[in-house]
Each structure stands twice: as C-alpha cells, then as structure tokens.
C-alpha cells in the first residue's frame, strides 16, 4: 500500500470526502512525515546544530499545529453531519511564510518580522482553508523573497533539497517546494516575483505555477514588487496544481487589482489532449547572456546540456501526442529580463520595506536611541540581513529624481517591449500563432550550498528564463522533465498568454502522462529515501 | 521709498466628505474620536494589505474639479510618495504626481474695489492624509484615526496680492466647497487646511523672489493676518539690503507670531512612481459629462442671474447667494409667493435671517418653509394681518409647524373685517375723549393720529389702519 503522503492531494481529499480517512488522521500522518524528516524548525539567531540536522529539509519556520487540528476537526465535523468538507478536505498544506494567517507568527523570513502576528488571513489562504486544506505549517524562505537559494533567510538552518541535502531547494519558496518534495505536504502556497515559485520547484522536482497576474489575490500576501508578484500554487503533479488553483483563483474585492475574468474548470483541461497546439521553442532560452562579474562585459553561455536535452525530449513527446513544435521563434527582448528586474523589482521593494520602522510593529531596536532617526536607523540597520539593504540602497538610487529617467522610467520601457515579444509570439494572426513557448525553468539544475550565496548579481542570474513571464504579466508553469546525470530535477516551463494557465496544466498533463513510465519517474528523493529505509 | 509687491500662492487640503476613508471601510470622520479607534490594517499600513479605491471620493474630487473649472482628467493615476514620518504607517503617502484628477481651473474673485481677479489653480490631486502626532510626558504618541481620509489638494498659481484677497479667495472657496457639497470646510475641525507661499517683489519686477511657506493657518483670520506680518517683514529685509530666505513658517494663532520651523534649501526626494497596488482611474467621456452635468449653478452664477432677473440690488443678491439652501430658498419663496422679488428678499435678510440667526439654523432646517413665508405674504397683501402682527406668525409658525392662515384664525390675530364694529369702537374712543375732539375740531389735526394709535389699541392691534383711519375722519368732521 502507498503510504499516505506519497497519495495526490485529489486522493486524500476524494478519501476524507468519502469517510476512508479523516482529515484528523491525514494531519497526524503530515506531523509524523515532517517531524522524520524536516528536523528542526529555523530560528533567528541560530548559527551551529547537530551533524544529524545537515541532512534533514528545514522546510518549516513554525509548525501550526494548533490551528491544523482546529481544521482538521472542522472538516471532521462537516463531514460527519453529510456536508461536503470541500475541494480539498484535509488535505495538509505548508504556507509560504510571506502570507499572513491568523494564530500564526508571519515573518517573511526575517528578524524583521520575528514577532508579528497578523489579525488577518490572506485571501488564498482563506480559500485553502475554507475549501477543507489543513495549515499544517509556514515554510522558510529568503528573507521578503529576496533571493533563489532560501539561504537569506534570518531563520537558520535553512532549507535543503530534499534531492540532495547538500545543495540548495532554491529560493525564494525554498521551504514550499521542499516541503512538497519531501512529501511532509500535498501541496504549498508559494509567491512568484521573478520566479520565486519556478525555480525552486525545478530545483526539487515539483510543479510550480505563476499564474497570470490578477488570477490570485494577492491581500495577505507581504509585498516585494506589488506589480511583479503573484502567489500561485506548489504540487507534486500537474492535476493537483490545477486542483490547487482552481481553490485559490478569483477576484478578490480586498484587491483591486484582480481579474473580474471567471475562472474555469482547470479539471476539465487536464481531459482535453495537445493534438493541434502550437508549441513553441525559442534559442533566446537555450543560452544565458551574463555580465563579467569583474569587468562587467556583457558575455553569452549555453544552458547546462542536459537541460537544454531535456527541453527538446519533452518537444518531442508533446509532437508525438499531436503537439505542432515551432521552433525558432524570437524573443529579443529574454536578455533585458533581469537588468530590467533589477531596477522595478528594487524600487517597488524598497518603497513597500518602508513601512518597517520600529514604530507600530516588528523589530524595534533595544538600544537607546536620541531622536527619531536613530530610532528608524538602529532599528532597520538591525531588524534587515543584508539583502534587503542592498535592495534598498539600490531602490532608492535608482528611482530618486535625478535618476529614474535613466533607470525606472526606461526599465518601464523595456518591461513594455518584453511584454511585446510574447504577444507577437501569441498573435494568433500572426507568424507564430502560438499556445504556448517551452523552455527551460532554470540554467542549471539545483546548485551546492554557499556556492552562490553573497553574490547578489549571480544569485539574480538563476531567475533568467522565468522573469520574463513576470514582467509580461503571463502565466507560467514549471514541471519536472527529467533527471541530470547527478540524479537532480531538471525543471521544464511553459509560458502562455493572459488568463491560459488551462492550456499549461493541459500540456503538461499530456507530457506527464506520456512519460509515466519513464526511469526517472520512480526516482524519489534522498530525504525520503532515507526515511522510507528505516 | 520703493513700492513693493506682495505675491501669494495658496496651498489648501480639503477634506471630502465622503461616509468612508479614501482606501478602506473606516468611518472618514473621527472628529473627538478616541485616538486609534477608527484604524484597520489597510490604513494602519500593516503588511501584506491593499489599498481599494473609494469610488466617492473620486466623484467628489471630479466634481470640485468641475466646479473650479478645471478639466477633469479621463485617466488619472496613483502615485507614491516616499518619506519615513510616525504619522505616515506605509512610509510612503498615496497621491497623485503627474497624472491628477483635475487638470487647470481658475477662480474669478470680485475685490472690494470692483476688479475682478483670476486666481489660476496650478494643481488639484486626491491624495490621503496622514495621523497625527504629538510630544507628551517625553514620549511621541501616534494617533492614525485621519490616516486615509480622502484629501483634495488644491494649490494655486501665485496669483493673489494681499492678505485680504487670500482670505477672500478662501471664504469664497468655503462656500463653494459647501455648495457643490463635497466638503463640510470647516476650518477648526482641519476640514479645510491652508499654507500660503508669500514673497515680495518689487512693483513692476516680473521675477519672483525666494518665497517662504506658512504653515499652521487654522482660520481665515490667520490666513490674513500672517501673510500681512510676513509681507512687512520680507519688505523690512528688503529695505534693509537684505535677502529674504527660504523659510518654513508657523503661525501661533494665539500671539499673532510666525516662527520659523526649517530651512527650504534642501527639497527632499519623495522617489515618486506609480502606486502598483491601484488600477489608472478610467472615466469615460460620458461619466465625465454626468459629472459636469450634476454640477449646480455656482454662487457667482446665481448671484448675477439674481441681480439680472430679479432686479435685487449686488447687495441683497450677494447675502441671498452666501449659502446655497438660503437662496434655493429664496427662489422656492418667491415662485409660490408670485409677487415682487424686493419683498421676499427683504423678509428674508431682515426677519428671517434673525430667526436663522437665533435658532442657530440653515435655511433648510427651519420649520418655516418657503411655502410659508409665501401665504404669510399672501395674508400681509390681501389685508388679512399687518405688518407686526406678520413678524408674531413668522416665528410662531417656526415653533409650531403649523401654516400661517392657522395659527391667524386659531390665535384670533386677524384684521377686525366688522365694519360696523370698528364704526362702534371709533366712536367709543371720540365719546371718551371730548377734549381731545374740541381741540381737532379747533383746528389741531396732527391729533389724528393720536386717535388712531388710541384705536389700534383698543383693537388689539387687529384694526386695519387704513379702515380705522377713514371712519376716523369721517366721525370727527360729522359733528
């Protein structure tokens, strides 16, 4: 028999509904699956722990344990009166540590934050929580989800990939696509800047959504880049992600800047093959243009082989399903992606970090301080780590008057003509006509520990295929294509126009079950191997 | 001596008076609130919460635009404007930077010598406004109750040239607020906020010299006052050779005094850009149009069409048009009354305007309805009443609610109409009177009235004079 983690979240939820399992027993199965493999939960100040810890996940800040039973015993309830518990009936969920939820400490991963507690719940939270989804946890993240490793954040040890222990989960929804991974959850709640929920869903080997911009609300959510960030959903497949989104999409009143558009049944999609769609493959993703981190020359590299294999095998599989691959189609604009990133990102973060002063809540410093700016500066200069200080310094350089004609207005510039070459490439009246662009999710697969941390500027390079879709506003998807030579995920993406996050889940639907039986697919990760052998 | 040139720019925040603050459900007034009982996370600035747009404020806001003559803007934008302060919980203030709701408008001001002035507005935005701190027992406390209430700034060209033309400009543009109904404008309670930008120059010179900001103008009074005491002394520093500086000032109501609070030279950088977390503000062409068509008559409008068609005099046109329930009233008065325009203003800037007075209420919060003082007019015409015994039913009509012709038959205070009668009481009072009789007939006729008063007292006032009188005349040269 399957153990009750490895089971999808449709299935726990299908046997919660149906009285096989309570949502109480899926919530002890969760807690005993993380408290074997997850080892201790991050804290601030953390700085030395047992050998034994260096190869556990650290997905989790906190364990909601409390609040999960409280749910568990409501979906319980409900069903035990004949009511349908909901879509995703106690289903165990982590939650990005970025989303404020009521009862529990939301840190953004920061000393910052290490004490607020939010009288309020995100919207899609809520929606978890309403559709029957137990809150099991907050998972651990860069801090403000500044960064693609998860090693910035101020709560130590942090997550490792359940993969490989040794390397990073990627970042900045590390502890999410860990925990998923790892299966100590069904599903997380992840946020998506640049690619916050791509790439270390690549770099673990899950499914990872960035919807379109609008889909999902982003109230609760602490803010990074307001007109960049989109929570989207973490899973292990493709039909769980759709199950996920499907929970969590809609327009929010609480969020003015969410669609009216409806929301369609993602369910019936995933029945619908890729027979006629138009694939597209663009040699703008299968190199990375990179600045000399001494000279600062402008250079180009190819991806790492096997990605850029894997990428053309999934073609391959999609053309024999019926898929039209179209390849070569031009996207110019890909290399501007992170220097425009760079600038918008910067400058909205830095104004959406002035709120955290040491006045009203979070950190406040416990020196004596002489006047108001001293009380702004001691406790900023203590409550931040080092990434968002060097955001900072950077936002406020680039969006102050005497430069935000050379830096923030032409970066607006530019997000315009990125935005330009997919609605070219999605013209259905023009030259390509596309449903979809498929490329790689990240340049390489997950990267060791320390091996890039502390360097900002390549850190920001691991964003380079997934900003794009950021910056456009468009939906995009990654899914696990494979495993490289050193036995790690490689993540595939899709890309589609506004509101088609159904024509992703239906592509990558088919690809997963045209490779069910490949090698890889039983392939299961070191975390929880190690348990399984016990 | 030299000849100078005061040259005045006004920058004002008016409050809107919408039910609820400008990006979230809190009530918009907490005027004697306690501190910090009317926040939400949303104007609190915690994290992860949005700002929505409160779709009255914009009406409100388009509508003050339209009535300053201003062109309303069909997309306007949000901005942010970036500063640290503990009234400010976001760090950052949403406004409006380049893309304003109201683009342009002007304001004609009649001087007291008859000139017409144009004061150009420079910029109108909405933006929210911020709490409110204070220094107590050594610590800085923080109130956000105002944070979010919805806020027009409005700021003016500089083109006012006394004190006395910008209070003015702010009396005028307190009735306007009032009038078009998008701000109560009261000045004690902040609803209407004001700085002034004041330099000197020269007469004739076309430049304009380093100015300095008052801040803290709680009353129009102040407005007038402290740009008179700023005019002198920039004029003084002149005088003496000197250079005026950039200044920000406060006026302290209480000793007349401006202080200075900082030095200008250094404008800080508010990092202004977009505000991501609102849409641009859409109106379309025909939202535009229901706006402007939903724009009352103004004063200045009104009080000319007064003088045009009514032929009141400025004077009587100007009191009617002070306050816009006063002169609807005035015109609903009129209309039923269908009698001469000079009758009903009278009735209204004398008896009524006591009675307002008095009672401490609006035109449109007496009991005494247009419709009232009309038939009360019908009653005075037709002979029914006299002229005092019409002021006694004014006022008992606003204490009882009930219409004139009642309270005139239920109190009995109508004319004597029995001819006969009043014949019986002249001759009462000429029987009691021999001597004064002897004397008229003598030749003494001044004592006509004597008798008459004599006759009106007897009646209690409800004899017709004009009757009285006739009877009179005829009974004494009978004999």
Redesign the interface.
Same mark, same amino acid.
């Given at each position: 028999m399957t153990p009750v983690m490895d089971w999808s979240a449709a299935e726990i939820a299908r046997k919660v509904r149906s009285g096989e399992i309570s949502a109480a027993e899926m919530l002890a199965a969760s807690l005993e699956r993380i408290r074997l493999t997850d080892g201790i939960s991050g804290q601030v100040g953390l700085t030395q722990w047992d050998e034994a810890e260096e190869r556990k996940v650290h997905a989790f800040i906190q364990i909601s344990k409390d609040l999960a039973e409280a749910q568990a015993a409501a979906v319980d309830a409900k069903a035990a009166r004949g009511e349908d518990p909901g879509l995703l009936a106690g289903v165990p969920v982590a939650i990005k540590d970025i989303f404020c939820v009521e009862g529990t400490h939301t840190t953004a991963g920061s000393r910052m934050l290490a004490n607020f507690r939010p009288p309020y719940t995100a919207t899609p939270v809520q929606r978890l929580i309403d559709a029957g989804a137990l809150v099991v946890g907050k998972a651990n993240m860069d801090e403000f989800a500044y960064g693609s490793s998860s090693e910035s954040s101020a709560f130590q040890p942090s997550p490792n990939n359940p993969w490989d222990p040794t390397r990073v989960p990627g970042g900045s929804s590390g502890g999410s696509a860990a925990s998923v991974a790892s299966t100590e959850v069904a599903l997380s709640l992840g946020s998506d800047t640049g690619g916050s929920i791509r790439q270390p869903s690549s770099f673990c080997g899950v499914v990872g959504m960035k919807p379109t911009y609008g889909r999902v609300s982003r109230y609760g959510m602490i803010a990074f880049a307001s007109s960049l960030d989109c929570p989207g959903p973490l899973a292990r497949t493709v039909s769980d992600a759709a199950l996920m989104l499907q929970v969590i999409a809609g327009e929010d009143p609480r969020d003015s800047t969410t669609s009216q558009q409806p929301v369609p049944d993602y369910q019936l999609a995933l029945q619908q093959d890729v027979h006629g769609l138009r694939i597209g493959l663009s040699p703008d993703y299968d190199r990375i243009v990179f600045p000399d981190v001494e000279t600062g020359e402008i250079g180009t590299e190819p991806i790492q082989a096997e990605v850029s294999r894997a990428v053309y095998d999934a073609a391959e599989q999609l053309a024999r399903q019926g898929a039209e691959i179209v390849e070569d189609v031009p996207m110019p604009n890909a290399r501007h992606g992170i220097p425009t990133y760079f600038v918008i990102s910067r400058v909205e973060a830095s104004s959406n970090l002035h709120r955290f002063d040491g006045v009203k809540y979070g950190y406040r410093t416990a020196q004596p301080v002489s006047d108001l700016n001293e009380l702004y500066r001691l406790s900023r200069a203590e409550g931040f780590g080092t990434e968002p200080k060097l955001r900072i310094l950077m936002g406020m350089y680039v969006s102050s008057a005497a430069y935000s004609h050379q830096y923030y207005l032409r970066a607006r510039k530019v997000r315009a003509m990125i935005r330009r070459d997919f609605d070219t490439a999605f013209d259905p009246a023009g030259a390509y006509r596309l449903d979809a662009l498929l490329t790689p999710t990240t340049p390489t697969t997950a990267f060791k520990r320390k091996a890039v941390y502390g360097n900002s500027v390549l850190m920001q390079y691991a964003d380079q295929m997934t900003v794009s879709a950021n910056h456009a506003g468009l939906p995009a998807l990654s899914f696990p294509g494979g495993l490289d030579g050193q036995g790690l995920p490689i993540g595939l993406q899709l890309i589609a126009g506004d509101f088609r996050e159904d024509l992703l889940l239906r592509i990558a639907h088919a690809y997963e079950l045209a490779t069910r039986q490949a090698a890889w697919r039983s392939a299961v990760p070191e975390a929880v191997r190690n348990e399984a052998s016990k | 001596m030299k000849t100078y040139e005061v040259v005045i720019g006004l920058e004002t925040h008016i409050q809107l008076n919408t039910h609820s603050k400008i990006f979230c459900s809190c009530k918009a007034d907490s005027w004697g609130a306690e501190p910090n009982s009317n926040i939400c *996370?949303v104007c609190? !600035? %915690? *994290? !992860? #919460? %949005? *700002? #929505?747009?409160n779709a009255e404020a914009v009406k409100k806001g388009a509508l003050l635009a339209a009535a300053m003559h201003a062109q309303i803007n069909p997309k306007s934008e949000f901005d /942010?404007k970036?500063y &640290?302060y503990?009234d400010l919980?976001? !760090?950052?203030q949403i406004t409006q930077f380049d893309e304003p709701i109201g683009k342009g408008g002007y304001m004609d001001l009649t001087l007291p010598d008859g000139h017409q002035r144009r004061v150009r507005i420079h910029k109108l935005h909405l933006e929210e406004d911020a709490g409110k701190t204070k220094i107590s027992a050594g610590m /800085?406390l #923080?109130d956000f109750n105002r944070c979010g209430v919805p806020l027009v700034e409005m700021v003016t060209e500089p083109d006012l040239r006394t004190g006395e033309e910008a209070a003015l400009y702010l009396t005028r543009l307190r009735a306007l607020l009032r009038w078009i109904g998008v701000s109560e404008a009261d000045m004690e309670k902040g609803h209407l906020r004001c700085d002034a930008n004041v330099s000197v120059r020269e007469m004739g010179s076309q430049t304009l010299n380093p100015k300095t900001e008052i801040k803290n103008l709680n009353s129009i009074d102040a407005v007038r006052q402290a740009i008179q005491e700023e005019s002198r002394r920039q004029i003084a520093v002149m005088e003496a050779g000197g250079r005026v500086e950039s200044y920000t000032l406060d006026w302290d109501a209480d000793t007349s005094r401006l202080t200075k609070m900082r030095s200008k030279e250094t404008e800080a +950088?508010y /990092?202004y &850009?977009r505000e991501? +977390? %609102? %849409?641009p503000v859409l109106l379309s062409a025909e939202e535009i149009a229901a706006i402007e068509h939903s724009l009352p008559e103004l004063p200045l409008e009104r009080e000319e069409r007064f003088e045009r068609d009514y032929h009141l005099s400025a004077y009587d046109a100007e009191i009617l048009t002070s306050e816009r329930s006063l002169s609807d009233y005035f015109e609903e008065a009129l209309q039923r009354y269908g009698g001469e325009a000079k009758i009903v203003s009278n009735w209204m800037i004398n008896d009524l305007a006591r009675l307002m007075n008095d009672l401490g209420k609006s035109a449109s919060e007496l009991n005494l309805r247009p419709a009232d003082l009309a038939e009360l007019l019908h009653l005075l015409d037709g002979g029914k009443i006299n002229a005092p015994t019409a002021k006694t039913v004014l006022r008992r009509v606003e204490e009882t609610g009930k219409t004139p012709t009642a309270i005139v038959e239920e109190e009995g205070l109508g004319l004597m109409d029995d001819l006969a009668a009043l014949r019986q009481l002249v001759a009462q009072v000429l029987k009691e009177n021999p001597a004064e009789v002897a004397s008229f007939r003598a030749g003494k006729e001044s004592l006509s009235g004597w008798f008459l008063g004599q006759v009106m007292r007897r009646s209690g006032g409800k004899a017709d004079p004009r009757q009285a009188r006739a009877i009179l005349l005829e009974l004494l040269a009978a004999e």
């Amino acid at each position: 028999m399957t153990p009750v983690m490895d089971w999808s979240a449709a299935e726990i939820a299908r046997k919660v509904r149906s009285g096989e399992i309570s949502a109480a027993e899926m919530l002890a199965a969760s807690l005993e699956r993380i408290r074997l493999t997850d080892g201790i939960s991050g804290q601030v100040g953390l700085t030395q722990w047992d050998e034994a810890e260096e190869r556990k996940v650290h997905a989790f800040i906190q364990i909601s344990k409390d609040l999960a039973e409280a749910q568990a015993a409501a979906v319980d309830a409900k069903a035990a009166r004949g009511e349908d518990p909901g879509l995703l009936a106690g289903v165990p969920v982590a939650i990005k540590d970025i989303f404020c939820v009521e009862g529990t400490h939301t840190t953004a991963g920061s000393r910052m934050l290490a004490n607020f507690r939010p009288p309020y719940t995100a919207t899609p939270v809520q929606r978890l929580i309403d559709a029957g989804a137990l809150v099991v946890g907050k998972a651990n993240m860069d801090e403000f989800a500044y960064g693609s490793s998860s090693e910035s954040s101020a709560f130590q040890p942090s997550p490792n990939n359940p993969w490989d222990p040794t390397r990073v989960p990627g970042g900045s929804s590390g502890g999410s696509a860990a925990s998923v991974a790892s299966t100590e959850v069904a599903l997380s709640l992840g946020s998506d800047t640049g690619g916050s929920i791509r790439q270390p869903s690549s770099f673990c080997g899950v499914v990872g959504m960035k919807p379109t911009y609008g889909r999902v609300s982003r109230y609760g959510m602490i803010a990074f880049a307001s007109s960049l960030d989109c929570p989207g959903p973490l899973a292990r497949t493709v039909s769980d992600a759709a199950l996920m989104l499907q929970v969590i999409a809609g327009e929010d009143p609480r969020d003015s800047t969410t669609s009216q558009q409806p929301v369609p049944d993602y369910q019936l999609a995933l029945q619908q093959d890729v027979h006629g769609l138009r694939i597209g493959l663009s040699p703008d993703y299968d190199r990375i243009v990179f600045p000399d981190v001494e000279t600062g020359e402008i250079g180009t590299e190819p991806i790492q082989a096997e990605v850029s294999r894997a990428v053309y095998d999934a073609a391959e599989q999609l053309a024999r399903q019926g898929a039209e691959i179209v390849e070569d189609v031009p996207m110019p604009n890909a290399r501007h992606g992170i220097p425009t990133y760079f600038v918008i990102s910067r400058v909205e973060a830095s104004s959406n970090l002035h709120r955290f002063d040491g006045v009203k809540y979070g950190y406040r410093t416990a020196q004596p301080v002489s006047d108001l700016n001293e009380l702004y500066r001691l406790s900023r200069a203590e409550g931040f780590g080092t990434e968002p200080k060097l955001r900072i310094l950077m936002g406020m350089y680039v969006s102050s008057a005497a430069y935000s004609h050379q830096y923030y207005l032409r970066a607006r510039k530019v997000r315009a003509m990125i935005r330009r070459d997919f609605d070219t490439a999605f013209d259905p009246a023009g030259a390509y006509r596309l449903d979809a662009l498929l490329t790689p999710t990240t340049p390489t697969t997950a990267f060791k520990r320390k091996a890039v941390y502390g360097n900002s500027v390549l850190m920001q390079y691991a964003d380079q295929m997934t900003v794009s879709a950021n910056h456009a506003g468009l939906p995009a998807l990654s899914f696990p294509g494979g495993l490289d030579g050193q036995g790690l995920p490689i993540g595939l993406q899709l890309i589609a126009g506004d509101f088609r996050e159904d024509l992703l889940l239906r592509i990558a639907h088919a690809y997963e079950l045209a490779t069910r039986q490949a090698a890889w697919r039983s392939a299961v990760p070191e975390a929880v191997r190690n348990e399984a052998s016990k | 001596m030299k000849t100078y040139e005061v040259v005045i720019g006004l920058e004002t925040h008016i409050q809107l008076n919408t039910h609820s603050k400008i990006f979230c459900s809190c009530k918009a007034d907490s005027w004697g609130a306690e501190p910090n009982s009317n926040i939400c *996370p949303v104007c609190s !600035g %915690l *994290p !992860g #919460v %949005l *700002p #929505v747009l409160n779709a009255e404020a914009v009406k409100k806001g388009a509508l003050l635009a339209a009535a300053m003559h201003a062109q309303i803007n069909p997309k306007s934008e949000f901005d /942010r404007k970036n500063y &640290f302060y503990p009234d400010l919980p976001k !760090g950052y203030q949403i406004t409006q930077f380049d893309e304003p709701i109201g683009k342009g408008g002007y304001m004609d001001l009649t001087l007291p010598d008859g000139h017409q002035r144009r004061v150009r507005i420079h910029k109108l935005h909405l933006e929210e406004d911020a709490g409110k701190t204070k220094i107590s027992a050594g610590m /800085r406390l #923080v109130d956000f109750n105002r944070c979010g209430v919805p806020l027009v700034e409005m700021v003016t060209e500089p083109d006012l040239r006394t004190g006395e033309e910008a209070a003015l400009y702010l009396t005028r543009l307190r009735a306007l607020l009032r009038w078009i109904g998008v701000s109560e404008a009261d000045m004690e309670k902040g609803h209407l906020r004001c700085d002034a930008n004041v330099s000197v120059r020269e007469m004739g010179s076309q430049t304009l010299n380093p100015k300095t900001e008052i801040k803290n103008l709680n009353s129009i009074d102040a407005v007038r006052q402290a740009i008179q005491e700023e005019s002198r002394r920039q004029i003084a520093v002149m005088e003496a050779g000197g250079r005026v500086e950039s200044y920000t000032l406060d006026w302290d109501a209480d000793t007349s005094r401006l202080t200075k609070m900082r030095s200008k030279e250094t404008e800080a +950088d508010y /990092r202004y &850009f977009r505000e991501p +977390d %609102l %849409l641009p503000v859409l109106l379309s062409a025909e939202e535009i149009a229901a706006i402007e068509h939903s724009l009352p008559e103004l004063p200045l409008e009104r009080e000319e069409r007064f003088e045009r068609d009514y032929h009141l005099s400025a004077y009587d046109a100007e009191i009617l048009t002070s306050e816009r329930s006063l002169s609807d009233y005035f015109e609903e008065a009129l209309q039923r009354y269908g009698g001469e325009a000079k009758i009903v203003s009278n009735w209204m800037i004398n008896d009524l305007a006591r009675l307002m007075n008095d009672l401490g209420k609006s035109a449109s919060e007496l009991n005494l309805r247009p419709a009232d003082l009309a038939e009360l007019l019908h009653l005075l015409d037709g002979g029914k009443i006299n002229a005092p015994t019409a002021k006694t039913v004014l006022r008992r009509v606003e204490e009882t609610g009930k219409t004139p012709t009642a309270i005139v038959e239920e109190e009995g205070l109508g004319l004597m109409d029995d001819l006969a009668a009043l014949r019986q009481l002249v001759a009462q009072v000429l029987k009691e009177n021999p001597a004064e009789v002897a004397s008229f007939r003598a030749g003494k006729e001044s004592l006509s009235g004597w008798f008459l008063g004599q006759v009106m007292r007897r009646s209690g006032g409800k004899a017709d004079p004009r009757q009285a009188r006739a009877i009179l005349l005829e009974l004494l040269a009978a004999e």
